[in-house]
């Protein structure tokens, strides 16, 4: 199967700091990210999306970045909580590759009280 | 709005058995995806369907084979399971394409021994 950043790294935030989260694609002709959350037995909660002609998208206490130069996107959380603990996936589409999503590896999120 | 709903949500299967998994979609939705999630693979795509059609396919083996109903519910079915098989099997649905809004649901954990 196809992947994108295949590895899961962990990210140990205070509570109440702001946090950021990275991940690189690799598809150019990717059009449509999405950062989707997942905790622990449940299935990827929908967190924020962003579409290729934009670079930055603001929600609820996070913001997306996208820099397509150098195929990144990031996420920042701002004052995270205890209960933004989880594991973070970024996911890209191209219509052009077939309109399938493609998820990064992940990335683990630890909140400290 | 009633999220995305697969059952089971456990399911324990033998070497060699066969196995279907059902998902229903956010009413109005018309597009289902199926996804399998591994620690080894993470999120990889199985197959998309909208209309009763399957409309995109992953690179997974032809034991791996899914439907869509009129009503936008599918099924996905394993056969001849085998121990990699084990995962958890993650259902999204969307209003048209994997390039709007997915939504997923809670998955179905199978594990083959």
């Known amino acids: 199967g196809e992947s994108v950043g295949l590895h899961l790294p962990t990210l140990s935030v205070q509570e109440g700091d702001n946090s950021i989260i990275n991940c690189a694609y690799s598809n150019s002709a990717s059009d449509y990210f999405i950062w989707y959350k997942q905790e622990s037995g449940k299935g990827p909660q929908f967190i924020i999306d962003?579409?290729?002609?934009?670079d930055k998208r603001q929600g609820q206490r996070v913001t997306v970045l996208l820099n397509k130069t150098v195929k990144h996107l990031s996420l920042q959380i701002a004052a995270t909580q205890p209960g933004d603990s989880a594991v973070y996936f970024c996911?890209?589409?191209?219509?052009?590759?077939?309109?399938?999503?493609?998820f990064g590896g992940g990335t683990r999120v630890l909140v400290k009280p | 709005k009633a999220g995305v709903t697969q059952t089971p949500r456990y399911l324990i299967k033998t070497r060699g058995q066969q196995v279907t998994l059902s998902c229903s979609p956010i009413?109005?939705?018309?597009?289902v995806s199926w996804y399998q999630q591994t620690p080894g693979q993470g999120l990889q795509f199985l197959f998309e369907?909208?209309?009763?059609?399957?409309?995109n396919k992953g690179n997974f083996p032809g034991r791996f084979s899914g439907r869509q109903f009129s009503n936008s519910r599918s099924e996905m079915n394993v056969s001849t399971l085998e121990l990699g098989d084990s995962a958890l099997y993650l259902c999204?649905?969307?209003?048209?394409?994997?390039?709007?809004?997915?939504?997923f649901g809670q998955g179905t954990r199978l594990t083959v021994v």
């Open positions: 009413s109005g939705h018309r597009s």
């Open positions: 996911a890209e589409n191209s219509k052009a590759a077939g309109n399938k999503l493609t």
């Open positions: 999204a649905s969307s209003l048209w394409d994997s390039n709007t809004e997915a939504f």
């Open positions: 962003i579409r290729s002609n934009m």
């Open positions: 369907y909208f209309s009763e059609t399957q409309r």
